[in-house]
């Protein structure tokens, strides 16, 4: 194998999307079956003997593409080089925790992982934010990286883009093959809003076919929003293989390409689209090609998905005030 190998950067390796994302990491899943990738597992020190047991299962399954795993505790260490980032790592809420306390506690890590991106990274470097809360994370890390391409950083609203591909196809009978063209907009939280106005059932307009706006603002619209705490209510975990998952799917699609007449849904930084205020990380219809992607343009915004697009908006908006009061962008 002649090709220079791809390194791949995962903060929280040592946590359960961590144990479920490594294993396709190094499988070729990422980047693709001809790509070897060398990984670098970034973990506070407790966590460090636990990453080191994960290191040995990748070691123990003989995968031809990866050709080195490192293990630190500092950014610095863990970014130095990486081609790829995958902040997974984040501070989960905990009870009497307010979501200003929250913020303040994942400014502690994205801002200092964003500086160390900055520093060591290399040129080429793409991050996706999967830690909660994802898009306002993506921004506090973006914000400490001034020489990135603020375009690097973005935010995963893949699974929810997937969580809709399916409610969707249950919905209309047909397969999540059958859909294009669906779009998450906004924030990665309850009020983001997957819009079926756009997108295709088996080459039909979707709202068409489904022809029940009840059971789109009742039914797929909620179901889709909360679907993370459905999961953590069955499972009492939150989502794990598919949140893993969707960071290979929304990695896979940015290097290698949306399919012709298709597009997927990335949190991204705003160009002022859609109305979405400049520099808000918010999900959009993007296109991918040559490992860059672009925002769809030109879609027709009806008055049921604009109050839901603003109403989400409104939130990133206040986020990124809670973050700027926090001095943390
Ligand atoms: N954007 C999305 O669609 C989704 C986001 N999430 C979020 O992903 C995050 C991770 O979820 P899980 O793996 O289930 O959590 P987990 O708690 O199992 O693992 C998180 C890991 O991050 C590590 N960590 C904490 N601070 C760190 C730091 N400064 N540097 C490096 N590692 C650090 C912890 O030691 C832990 O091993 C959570 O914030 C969760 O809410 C989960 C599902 C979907
Ligand atoms: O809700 C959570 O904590 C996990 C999450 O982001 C999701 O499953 O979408």
Known sequence: MTRTPVNVTVTGAAGQIGYALLFRIASGQLLGADVPVKLRLLEITPALKAAEGTAMELDDCAFPLLQGIDITDDPNVAFDGANVALLVGARPRTKGMERGDLLEANGGIFKPQGKAIN?????????LVVGNPANTNALIAQAAAPDVPAERFTAMTRLDHN?????????????????????????????????????????????????????????????????????????????????????????????????????????????????????????????CKDGKYEIVQGLEINEFSRARIDASVKELEEEREAVRGLGLI
């Open 163 to 287: 969580r809709a591909l399916t409610q969707l196809a249950k919905k209309t009978g047909s397969t999540v093959a059958d859909i294009k063209r669906l779009t998450i907009w906004g924030n990665h939280s309850a009020t983001q809003y997957p819009d079926i106005f756009h997108a295709t059932v088996a080459g039909k307009n979707a709202a068409e076919v489904v022809a029940d706006e009840k059971w789109l603002a009742e039914d797929f619209i909620p179901t889709v929003a909360k679907r993370g705490a459905a999961i953590i209510e069955a499972r009492g975990a939150s989502s794990a293989a598919s949140a893993a998952n969707a960071a290979i799917d929304h990695v896979h699609t940015w290097v290698n390409g949306t399919a012709e007449g298709d597009w997927t849904s990335m949190g991204i930084p705003s160009d002022g689209s859609y109305g979405v205020p400049e520099g808000l990380i918010s999900s959009f219809p993007v296109t």
């Open 119 to 127: 520093d060591h990274a290399a040129d080429d470097i793409k991050v």
